[in-house]
Nanobody
Framework: QVQLVESGGGLVQTGGSLRLSCAAS????????MGWYRQAPGQQRELVAS???????NYAVSVKGRFTISRDNAKKTVYLQMNSLKPDDTAVYSC????????????????WGQGTQVTVSS
């Protein structure tokens, strides 16, 4: 059974930093693509950062220059380093991975983490 487990959220003051982690476990052959999303109360979920297997990154305009997405292929883990945090960054952050799953017939599927709360105080 494949699952994603997130960690690293919490409460931080304006200007502080946090690093989120998202680890894939189970019968995972490889990570094809990965991304971090966030959803603030009353707002739609938005893409914060994405990373392809080829190394291409994409960031929301609001976080460009402050957030960095990275991965550790051996650990099947993706990270989101968040610096210079602002109150507007307060949200539930969720990771998403497109995984190649080991099976009699390997297949690709999307998986989501459970979400982790990030709160930035002013």
């Amino acid at each position: 059974q494949v699952q994603l487990v997130e960690s690293g959220g919490g409460l931080v003051q304006t200007g502080g930093s946090l690093r989120l982690s998202c680890a894939a476990s189970g019968s995972v052959a490889s990570i094809r693509a990965m991304g971090w999303y966030r959803q603030a109360p009353g707002q739609q979920r938005e893409l914060v950062a994405s990373l392809t297997s080829g190394g291409s990154t994409n960031y929301a305009v609001s976080v460009k220059g402050r957030f960095t997405i990275s991965r550790d292929n051996a650990k099947k883990t993706v990270y989101l380093q968040m610096n210079s945090l602002k109150p507007d960054d307060t949200a539930v952050y969720s990771c998403n991975m497109k995984l190649l799953v080991i099976a009699t017939l390997p297949y690709e599927a999307d998986y989501w983490g459970q979400g982790t709360q990030v709160t930035v105080s002013s």
